[in-house]
């Protein structure tokens, strides 16, 4: 038996009319389609839920029965479109977000005024480094990732969002600081703060002292970019960030940027998330956000 959400509706609008003209007028639909369409529920349901009495057209007990639950499956039909419409307007859902190490610092913040407009929304945010972040887009987890470039062959959909230059800083009474052109050559024997393995931004770095045939003599390893600047603060070494990172210790004057020749190093973040993830109307949502906004909270694109 097959009986579709039009029958109820007809069926429906004739019991409350007791007439198949009113309920035709109602549907705008013809007298006979409407006549049609009963007689039709009728032999569907082998059940007879209409007797003529006069001009109007009464339920049987039966037909009685099943109006009832008619107008449950359309109540409730009612509802789910409401919820569609609800859903599609945004307000409420849930995101989850996953965000290099680096990219967290502006992140946050993005998240923060989107937060704010959409205050129905639930955010989960994780922050971990690139090699947890593939992994994560491997099992279909997070929404959407901000990370640097996405390795290639790994099934994965990504959009560039903005520059991520990778600068050489120091403390700021460090001998080389505001000099200009300063030569790659004249940091060969500085010790060098580095992010951990499994870190875009040293993974980048490698990748282009390797190319300016560069070798860091002595390095620190350190997990997270906070604790890289208070090292190179106090004097451990050199490091080397995404500018994004140290702006408030740039304008304190606690840190530097040195001049240093084939730098800045010029990434960018992208946008990714996993081929084949259909994004939900929020994570669609957010992808506009950010993309419109993260640059603003960088200073430029
Ligand atoms: P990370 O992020 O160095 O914090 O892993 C940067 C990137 O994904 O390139």
């Known amino acids: 038996m097959h009986l579709s959400l039009r029958q109820l509706q007809i069926f429906s609008a004739v019991a409350q009319h007791e007439s198949y003209t009113r309920a035709a007028e109602q549907l705008h639909m013809t007298q006979p389609a409407v006549s049609m369409q009963i007689k039709q529920l009728e032999e569907d349901t082998g059940i007879a839920l209409l007797q003529r009495q006069g001009r109007r057209m009464i339920l049987t007990a039966a037909g009685a029965e099943i109006l009832g639950y008619s107008k449950g499956v359309l109540q409730s039909y009612s509802d789910l479109l409401g919820a569609i419409d609800h859903l599609k307007s945004y307000k409420q859902g849930h995101l989850m977000v996953s965000v290099a190490t680096t990219a967290n610092y502006f992140v946050t913040r993005v998240l923060a005024a989107f937060s704010k407009k959409y205050p129905g929304i639930n955010v989960t945010l994780d922050v971990t480094n690139r090699a947890k972040l593939l992994h994560q887009l491997e099992n279909f987890e997070p929404d959407l990732v901000v990370m640097g470039e996405p390795p290639k062959g790994f099934n994965l959909a990504s959009e560039r969002m903005m520059e991520n230059p990778l600068v050489v800083i120091a403390s700021a009474t460090h ?21 951990e393995q499994g870190s ?33 603060e106090a004097g451990l070494g050199l490091g080397i960030v995404s500018s994004h990172t140290v702006q408030p210790e740039i304008l304190a004057g606690q840190l530097c940027i040195l001049r240093v020749q084939s730098f800045p190093l010029l990434r960018h973040w992208h946008i990714v998330s996993r081929k084949g993830k259909r994004h939900s109307p929020v994570a669609q949502l957010f992808y506009e956000f950010i993309m419109e906004e993260a640059p603003k909270f960088v200073g430029g694109r």
């Open 175 to 195: 001998p080389l600081a505001g000099k200009k052109k300063i030569p790659l050559d004249s940091i060969r024997s500085e010790r060098f703060v580095m992010r």
């Open 200 to 232: 875009g931004t040293r993974d980048a770095i490698e990748r282009h002292m390797l190319a300016h045939d560069f070798t860091c003599n002595s390095t620190l390893e350190m997990r997270s970019n906070e604790t890289i600047k208070h090292a190179v």
